[in-house]
C-alpha cells in the first residue's frame, strides 16, 4: 500500500495528459456528504476515502493522479511516498513522487482521504436544494462528466482509464444513497453498492436525498426500473410517463444492438439543479426535472417529445458511449453523434404515430448548419493534442459534435448499421475505440452484405469527419453540370483551417424529376462533373430528396423557378420535408450571396397555402433573422404586415380545426403548428388572436387555481399576455413562476416573462439572475438569453453581461453549456460598427481571464457580427421594396 503524509515541492514539466505507466484497475471510495452547513465555516463539505488498485506497465516513481480542490488528511502511519503538490491548476493533478520505482507488472493501492466542498456549483460532488412542504430540503449529488470526477476523490480522470469503482455511502437516517450499482447492504448511516462494470470516471453518480420512486421490473432479464424524483412530484404522477416509457426504448435498444442490457437495474431522477439536460451516468441518468417528468394536466406535447428523446438519447448511451467509450474529447461526436441518431429511433418506437425520424431535419440538420457554415466551425474530428484543457474539452460538445454526422447515418443505416452495431460493440465491450474503429467495422458489414459503395468507408466517411463545414451542391439543370463547393455564410471570411482534402467530399444524391419517381444514389466525388441525366428541359429537377445528405442544394435561376411555381399550383406534390429545404436553402443561399434575397422571400408566398409543421418552421426560423437585423428599422412593420398577411388562414385554419379552440389537433406536428398559428397571428397583429389569449390569460388571473389555458398553448398564451400586459400581469406571472409545482410549468413561464415590453420589468427580471434564490443558477444564462431574444430587451442584456461578466464568469461555472449560448443569445441582434466595436472592446477587456467553454462562441459572435453588417448594408432596401411590393397599397 502506497500511503503518505509529508509534503514538500518540486519541479514536475507541465504536461496534460496522463502518462500511461499506470493504469486503474478499481476504486474503493466511501464518501460522507454532510447535508447542514459546518458551524465555523458556513461551509457545506463531503469526507471521503479512497483505495485506488493499480496496475505499473513501465517503470516510475512519479504519481501523476488528477485532483481539484481537494484537502488532503495528513497520515501519521509509514509511508514510503512523499506528496509533493496538487499541481498546476491548469493540469488539475496530484503528485506524488516515490522513494524508489515501481515494478512493471505489479499492482499498488494508493490510499487517501480527503476533505471537499459540497458547494453548489453543479460540478463534481455538489449541493442541490428545493423546498418541500415549507422546509428547505438539501439533495448531495454528482456531475463528473467530462472532467469533474477529479472534484470528488483523486483518479486517473480520462476516458481510456477505465476501472471498476466500489461504492459506500455515508448519510443521515430517512435519506437514501444512489449509485450506479445496485444497493447491496444497508446498516444504520452507510449504504454500500454492488461494483460497477468496468467504466470511465465520468461516469460515475453518488446521490444523498430524501427522494422517493416508482418502480417496474422489465424484460427477460428483469431489469428494475425506477423513477426518482421529490416526493410530491412522484406523489403527482409525474414520473409515469418516463416510466411507462423507459421499458419500450431499453427493449428497443437491446433488440436493436443484439446485446442485453449489461446492468441489473436503471435508474433515472430529476433533480431540481442540474445545468446539462440530462446525463448518462452508466445505471443511473441524472435530468433535469423539466426533462423527465410529464405532468398530463400541465405539461405540453413538447414536453413530452422532450422526455421520450431524451431518455431514449440517455439510455442510447448505456452501450454507445458506456460500454464502448471513445478513446478521448477529440472525438465526442463517436458518443454523442450516434446516441443522438439512435435517439430518435428509440423514441420511434415508443411512440410510432409522432413519425420522429422526420423531425431530424429541423431539429439536428438545420440547427448545425447554422454554425457549421462559419469559418470558425471544425471538424468533428480534432488532433488528440489540440484538445487537452477542461475549457477545450468542455468546448467540443456543440451542436457538431451532436447532429453533424446524423446525415451520414441516416445514408448508411439502410445500408449497414444494424450489422455494424452488434460487432463493434461486441468488439470492443468495456473498452475503448477511435473512429477509424467504427469504419473498418462498418467495412465489414458492406463486404458481408455484397454493398456497392464508390469508396471505402474510411475514405467516406473521412471527407465529413476530417473537414469542417459542408458542400453547396449546384445544379444547373440547362446544362447538366453539377459541382460542389465549400458553403460559407459570409463568403469573403477567411476559411484558417486547413483541409486533408481541399474541401471537397464525396456526396450522395438523391435526386428526382417532375413527374418521375425518385432515382438511384448518384455520387459527386469531383469539384465539377457532367450529370446529362439532370438536364430537366421543361420539367423541374429536386436533389436532396428528403434531406438524406449533409448538403445544401442551389439550382439555376429557371429551376428554382420552376420549383416555386410547383409550390403555388400544388405544393403537396413536393415531399414535405423538402419543402422545408428549399425554403432553409434558399435563405442561407441568399445570405451568402449565392440566389438573390428576393428568391428567398419568395419561397416563403405560398405559405397562405400551407398548413403543414416543418415548412412553417422552417420559414419562421429563418425570418427570425430578418426580425433580428430589421425590427429595429422601418423594415419592421411592412415585414409584420406581411407574415400578418400569411399567418390569418394558418390561424383560421385551426381555429376551424380545433372547433374554435375547443379541441387539440389529433396530429403531433399539427399541434406544433396550431403553437405557431398563435404565435404568429398574436405577435404581428392579429386583433382575435390577441382578444383570445388576453381572454384566456384573465381568466386564469380572475381564478388562479383554475387555469384552463391548454398546455400545448401556454408558452404562446403566456408570452403574448406579457408582451400585451402590464406591471400586474407581470407580477401575477411571477408569482405563478415561484409556487410552480411542476418544472415544465416554471420552465414556460420563465421564458414568458422575458416577453414584456417594459423596460423596467426586463431590468429587474435580469437582476434576479444573480440570486439564486430567485433564479437557478442553471437558469440564470436562459433568462438573459430569453430577454435579448425581445427586440425591447436586447440593448438591457448586453449592458448586463458587459457589467456583470466577472461574477458571472465566476459564479455560473465557466465550463457550463449554457454559457456559450449566452454570448450567441445577446450578441445576435448585432448588426453595426458600433455593435462591432462594442463586443471588440468586451473581447479585449477580458481576453486575460480567457472564456472558458466560450471561447468559441465569442469567436463566432465576431464573426457573426461582421456578416450581418454587409448583410444588412446590402439587402435592407431591397427588402423594404419587395415586402412594399408584395403588400397591397
Given at each position: 500500500?502506497?500511503?503518505?503524509?509529508?509534503?514538500?515541492?518540486?519541479?514536475?514539466?507541465?504536461?496534460?495528459?496522463?502518462?500511461t505507466?499506470l493504469?486503474?484497475?478499481?476504486?474503493?471510495i466511501?464518501?460522507?456528504?454532510?447535508?447542514?452547513?459546518?458551524?465555523?465555516?458556513?461551509?457545506?463539505i463531503f469526507?471521503?476515502?479512497?483505495?485506488?488498485?493499480?496496475?505499473?506497465?513501465?517503470?516510475t516513481?512519479?504519481?501523476?493522479?488528477?485532483?481539484?480542490?481537494?484537502?488532503?488528511?495528513?497520515?501519521?502511519?509509514t509511508?514510503i511516498?512523499?506528496?509533493?503538490?496538487?499541481?498546476?491548476?491548469?493540469?488539475q493533478?496530484?503528485?506524488?513522487?516515490?522513494?524508489?520505482?515501481?515494478?512493471?507488472?505489479?499492482?499498488?493501492?494508493?490510499?487517501?482521504?480527503?476533505?471537499?466542498?459540497?458547494?453548489?456549483?453543479?460540478?463534481?460532488f455538489?449541493?442541490?436544494?428545493?423546498?418541500?412542504?415549507?422546509?428547505r430540503r438539501?439533495?448531495?449529488?454528482?456531475?463528473?462528466?467530462?472532467?469533474?470526477?477529479?472534484?470528488?476523490?483523486p483518479?486517473?480522470?480520462e476516458?481510456?482509464?477505465?476501472a471498476?469503482?466500489?461504492?459506500?455511502?455515508?448519510?443521515?437516517?430517512?435519506?437514501?444513497?444512489?449509485?450506479n450499482?445496485?444497493?447491496?447492504?444497508?446498516?444504520?448511516?452507510?449504504?454500500?453498492f454492488?461494483?460497477?462494470?468496468?467504466?470511465?470516471?465520468?461516469?460515475?453518480?453518488?446521490?444523498?436525498?430524501?427522494?422517493?420512486?416508482?418502480?417496474?421490473?422489465q424484460?427477460?432479464?428483469?431489469?428494475?426500473?425506477?423513477?426518482?424524483?421529490?416526493?410530491?412530484a412522484?406523489?403527482?404522477?409525474?414520473?409515469?410517463?418516463?416510466?411507462?416509457?423507459?421499458?419500450?426504448?431499453?427493449?428497443?435498444?437491446?433488440?436493436?444492438y443484439?446485446?442485453?442490457?449489461?446492468l441489473?437495474?436503471?435508474?433515472?431522477i430529476?433533480?431540481?439543479?442540474?445545468?446539462f439536460?440530462?446525463?448518462?451516468?452508466?445505471?443511473?441518468?441524472?435530468?433535469?426535472?423539466?426533462?423527465?417528468?410529464?405532468?398530463?394536466m400541465?405539461?405540453s406535447?413538447?414536453?413530452?417529445?422532450?422526455t421520450?428523446?431524451?431518455?431514449?438519447?440517455?439510455l442510447?448511451?448505456?452501450?454507445?458511449?458506456?460500454l464502448?467509450?471513445?478513446?478521448?474529447?477529440?472525438e465526442?461526436w463517436?458518443?454523442?453523434?450516434?446516441?443522438?441518431?439512435?435517439?430518435?429511433?428509440?423514441?420511434?418506437?415508443?411512440?410510432p404515430?409522432?413519425?420522429?425520424k422526420?423531425l431530424?431535419?429541423?431539429?439536428d440538420?438545420?440547427?448545425?448548419?447554422?454554425?457549421?457554415?462559419l469559418?470558425?466551425?471544425?471538424?468533428?474530428?480534432?488532433?488528440?493534442?489540440s484538445?487537452?484543457?477542461?475549457?477545450?474539452?468542455t468546448?467540443q460538445?456543440?451542436?457538431?459534435s451532436?447532429?453533424?454526422?446524423?446525415?451520414?447515418l441516416?445514408?448508411?443505416?439502410?445500408?449497414m448499421?444494424?450489422?455494424?452495431?452488434?460487432?463493434?460493440?461486441?468488439?470492443?465491450a468495456?473498452?475503448?475505440?477511435?473512429g477509424n474503429?467504427?469504419?473498418?467495422?462498418?467495412?465489414?458489414?458492406?463486404?458481408?452484405?455484397n454493398?456497392?459503395l464508390p469508396?471505402?468507408?474510411?475514405?467516406?466517411?473521412n471527407?465529413?469527419?476530417?473537414?469542417?463545414?459542408?458542400?453547396?451542391?449546384t445544379?444547373?439543370?440547362?446544362?447538366?453540370?453539377?459541382?460542389?463547393?465549400?458553403?460559407?455564410?459570409?463568403?469573403?471570411?477567411e476559411?484558417?483551417?486547413?483541409?486533408?482534402?481541399?474541401?471537397?467530399?464525396?456526396?450522395?444524391?438523391?435526386?428526382?424529376?417532375?413527374g418521375?419517381v425518385?432515382?438511384?444514389?448518384?455520387?459527386?466525388?469531383?469539384k465539377?462533373?457532367?450529370?446529362l441525366?439532370?438536364?430537366?428541359?421543361?420539367l423541374?429537377?429536386?436533389?436532396n430528396?428528403?434531406?438524406?445528405?449533409?448538403?445544401r442544394?442551389?439550382?439555376?435561376?429557371?429551376?428554382?423557378?420552376?420549383l416555386?411555381?410547383q409550390?403555388?399550383s400544388?405544393?403537396?406534390?413536393?415531399?414535405?420535408?423538402?419543402?422545408?429545404?428549399?425554403?432553409?436553402?434558399?435563405?442561407n443561399?441568399?445570405?451568402?450571396?449565392?440566389?438573390?434575397?428576393?428568391?428567398?422571400?419568395?419561397?416563403?408566398?405560398?405559405?397562405?397555402a400551407?398548413?403543414?409543421?416543418?415548412?412553417?418552421?422552417?420559414?419562421?426560423?429563418?425570418?427570425?433573422?430578418?426580425?433580428l437585423?430589421?425590427?429595429?428599422?422601418?423594415v419592421?412593420?411592412?415585414?409584420?404586415?406581411?407574415?400578418?398577411?400569411?399567418?390569418?388562414?394558418?390561424?383560421?385554419?385551426?381555429?376551424?380545426?380545433?372547433?374554435?379552440?375547443?379541441?387539440?389537433?389529433?396530429?403531433?406536428?399539427?399541434?406544433?403548428?396550431?403553437?405557431?398559428?398563435?404565435?404568429?397571428?398574436?405577435?404581428t397583429?392579429?386583433?382575435?388572436?390577441?382578444?383570445?389569449?388576453?381572454?384566456?390569460?384573465?381568466?386564469?388571473?380572475d381564478?388562479?387555481?383554475?387555469n384552463?389555458?391548454?398546455?400545448?398553448?401556454?408558452s404562446?398564451?403566456?408570452?403574448?399576455?406579457?408582451?400585451?400586459?402590464?406591471?400586474?400581469?407581470?407580477?401575477f406571472g411571477?408569482?405563478?413562476?415561484?409556487?410552480?409545482?411542476v418544472?415544465?410549468?416554471?420552465?414556460?413561464?420563465?421564458?414568458?416573462?422575458?416577453?414584456?415590453?417594459?423596460?423596467?420589468?426586463?431590468?429587474?427580471?435580469?437582476?434576479?439572475?444573480l440570486?439564486?434564490?430567485?433564479?437557478?443558477?442553471q437558469?440564470?444564462?436562459?433568462?438573459?438569453?430569453?430577454v435579448?431574444?425581445?427586440?425591447?430587451?436586447?440593448?438591457?442584456?448586453?449592458?448586463f453581461?458587459?457589467?456583470?461578466?466577472?461574477?458571472?464568469?465566476?459564479q455560473y461555472?465557466?465550463g457550463s453549456f449554457?454559457?456559450?449560448?449566452?454570448?450567441?443569445?445577446?450578441?445576435?441582434?448585432?448588426?453595426?460598427?458600433?455593435?462591432?466595436?462594442q463586443?471588440?472592446?468586451?473581447?479585449?477587456?477580458?481576453?486575460?481571464?480567457?472564456?472558458?467553454?466560450?471561447?468559441?462562441?465569442?469567436?463566432?459572435a465576431?464573426?457573426?457580427?461582421?456578416?450581418?453588417?454587409?448583410?444588412?448594408?446590402?439587402?435592407?432596401?431591397?427588402?423594404?421594396?419587395?415586402?412594399?411590393?408584395?403588400?397591397?397599397?
Amino acid at each position: 500500500m502506497i500511503s503518505f503524509s509529508s509534503m514538500t515541492f518540486l519541479f514536475i514539466p507541465l504536461r496534460f495528459r496522463l502518462p500511461t505507466d499506470l493504469v486503474p484497475d478499481c476504486y474503493n471510495i466511501t464518501l460522507w456528504p454532510r447535508l447542514s452547513p459546518e458551524p465555523s465555516s458556513g461551509l457545506y463539505i463531503f469526507t471521503g476515502q479512497s483505495t485506488l488498485i493499480f496496475k505499473c506497465v513501465r517503470e516510475t516513481d512519479l504519481i501523476l493522479i488528477h485532483s481539484n480542490k481537494l484537502k488532503y488528511t495528513k497520515l501519521n502511519n509509514t509511508h514510503i511516498a512523499r506528496l509533493i503538490a496538487s499541481g498546476n491548476s491548469e493540469t488539475q493533478y496530484l503528485v506524488i513522487q516515490l522513494n524508489s520505482k515501481l515494478t512493471q507488472g505489479q499492482k499498488y493501492e494508493l490510499y487517501t482521504e480527503f476533505t471537499g466542498e459540497l458547494a453548489d456549483d453543479l460540478a463534481g460532488f455538489y449541493r442541490s436544494e428545493y423546498e418541500e412542504d415549507g422546509v428547505r430540503r438539501i439533495v448531495a449529488t454528482s456531475q463528473m462528466h467530462p472532467t469533474h470526477a477529479r472534484k470528488t476523490f483523486p483518479c486517473f480522470d480520462e476516458p481510456a482509464m477505465k476501472a471498476v469503482f466500489d461504492i459506500t455511502l455515508i448519510h443521515p437516517p430517512g435519506t437514501v444513497a444512489l449509485s450506479n450499482g445496485m444497493e447491496k447492504g444497508q446498516c444504520c448511516m452507510y449504504t454500500r453498492f454492488e461494483p460497477t462494470k468496468k467504466m470511465s470516471t465520468y461516469l460515475l453518480a453518488i446521490i444523498v436525498s430524501e427522494y422517493s420512486n416508482i418502480s417496474a421490473t422489465q424484460g427477460d432479464t428483469l431489469v428494475t426500473i425506477r423513477i426518482w424524483a421529490r416526493r410530491t412530484a412522484i406523489d403527482q404522477g409525474q414520473g409515469n410517463y418516463a416510466l411507462n416509457v423507459t421499458g419500450p426504448v431499453l427493449d428497443f435498444f437491446q433488440m436493436y444492438y443484439n446485446i442485453s442490457y449489461p446492468l441489473s437495474k436503471s435508474d433515472q431522477i430529476a433533480l431540481p439543479d442540474f445545468f446539462f439536460g440530462a446525463m448518462e451516468n452508466w445505471g443511473l441518468v441524472t435530468y433535469r426535472e423539466t426533462n423527465l417528468l410529464y405532468d398530463p394536466m400541465t405539461s405540453s406535447n413538447r414536453n413530452k417529445e422532450t422526455t421520450a428523446t431524451i431518455i431514449a438519447h440517455e439510455l442510447a448511451h448505456m452501450w454507445f458511449g458506456n460500454l464502448v467509450t471513445l478513446r478521448w474529447w477529440n472525438e465526442v461526436w463517436l458518443n454523442e453523434g450516434f446516441a443522438s441518431y439512435v435517439s430518435y429511433l428509440g423514441a420511434d418506437h415508443a411512440e410510432p404515430s409522432w413519425n420522429m425520424k422526420d423531425l431530424i431535419v429541423l431539429d439536428d440538420i438545420h440547427r448545425v448548419f447554422a454554425v457549421d457554415a462559419l469559418a470558425s466551425s471544425h471538424p468533428l474530428s480534432s488532433k488528440e493534442d489540440s484538445i487537452i484543457l477542461p475549457d477545450q474539452i468542455t468546448e467540443q460538445f456543440d451542436a457538431i459534435s451532436y447532429s453533424k454526422n446524423l446525415s451520414q447515418l441516416t445514408l448508411l443505416k439502410c445500408i449497414m448499421f444494424f450489422f455494424c452495431f452488434q460487432s463493434y460493440l461486441n468488439h470492443f465491450a468495456y473498452n475503448n475505440t477511435v473512429g477509424n474503429d467504427l469504419w473498418h467495422h462498418l467495412q465489414m458489414a458492406v463486404k458481408a452484405n455484397n454493398v456497392s459503395l464508390p469508396r471505402s468507408v474510411c475514405e467516406i466517411m473521412n471527407h465529413w469527419v476530417l473537414q469542417m463545414g459542408f458542400p453547396v451542391v449546384t445544379v444547373n439543370t440547362a446544362t447538366g453540370k453539377v459541382s460542389q463547393k465549400h458553403f460559407l455564410l459570409d463568403p469573403e471570411s477567411e476559411v484558417a483551417v486547413e483541409s486533408p482534402y481541399n474541401y471537397k467530399w464525396v456526396i450522395p444524391v438523391r435526386w428526382r424529376k417532375s413527374g418521375e419517381v425518385q432515382r438511384d444514389i448518384w455520387w459527386l466525388m469531383e469539384k465539377e462533373v457532367i450529370n446529362l441525366e439532370m438536364k430537366s428541359g421543361d420539367l423541374w429537377v429536386l436533389a436532396n430528396i428528403n434531406v438524406t445528405g449533409y448538403y445544401r442544394v442551389n439550382y439555376d435561376l429557371g429551376n428554382w423557378d420552376s420549383l416555386l411555381a410547383q409550390l403555388h399550383s400544388g405544393h403537396q406534390v413536393i415531399p414535405v420535408i423538402n419543402r422545408a429545404q428549399l425554403v432553409d436553402d434558399a435563405f442561407n443561399l441568399a445570405r451568402a450571396q449565392l440566389v438573390p434575397t428576393t428568391l428567398a422571400l419568395r419561397t416563403t408566398s405560398y405559405l397562405s397555402a400551407e398548413t403543414e409543421y416543418m415548412p412553417w418552421q422552417s420559414a419562421l426560423d429563418n425570418l427570425n433573422y430578418y426580425y433580428l437585423m430589421l425590427d429595429c428599422t422601418e423594415v419592421y412593420q411592412p415585414m409584420q404586415d406581411y407574415i400578418k398577411k400569411l399567418v390569418t388562414p394558418l390561424f383560421l385554419h385551426f381555429k376551424s380545426m380545433t372547433s374554435n379552440w375547443t379541441n387539440v389537433p389529433y396530429g403531433h406536428t399539427d399541434q406544433y403548428n396550431q403553437v405557431n398559428a398563435i404565435r404568429m397571428a398574436c405577435s404581428t397583429g392579429v386583433t382575435e388572436c390577441q382578444n383570445l389569449t388576453n381572454t384566456w390569460f384573465e381568466q386564469w388571473m380572475d381564478s388562479p387555481q383554475r387555469n384552463l389555458i391548454h398546455p400545448n398553448l401556454r408558452s404562446a398564451v403566456y408570452c403574448s399576455a406579457m408582451a400585451a400586459g402590464d406591471k400586474a400581469e407581470w407580477d401575477f406571472g411571477w408569482e405563478q413562476f415561484k409556487n410552480a409545482a411542476v418544472a415544465s410549468e416554471a420552465s414556460k413561464l420563465m421564458s414568458a416573462l422575458a416577453c414584456t415590453t417594459k423596460t423596467q420589468l426586463l431590468e429587474r427580471y435580469l437582476s434576479y439572475t444573480l440570486n439564486s434564490t430567485l433564479i437557478r443558477k442553471q437558469d440564470a444564462t436562459s433568462v438573459i438569453t430569453a430577454v435579448a431574444s425581445n427586440r425591447v430587451g436586447q440593448t438591457l442584456a448586453w449592458d448586463f453581461v458587459r457589467k456583470e461578466w466577472e461574477y458571472m464568469f465566476t459564479q455560473y461555472g465557466v465550463g457550463s453549456f449554457s454559457f456559450a449560448s449566452m454570448i450567441s443569445g445577446v450578441t445576435a441582434r448585432f448588426s453595426t460598427l458600433d455593435d462591432l466595436q462594442q463586443l471588440e472592446q468586451f473581447v479585449e477587456e477580458h481576453k486575460a481571464a480567457g472564456f472558458g467553454s466560450a471561447t468559441l462562441a465569442v469567436k463566432q459572435a465576431l464573426e457573426k457580427t461582421k456578416a450581418n453588417i454587409k448583410w444588412l448594408e446590402r439587402n435592407k432596401n431591397e427588402v423594404l421594396d419587395w415586402f412594399n411590393t408584395v403588400l397591397p397599397n
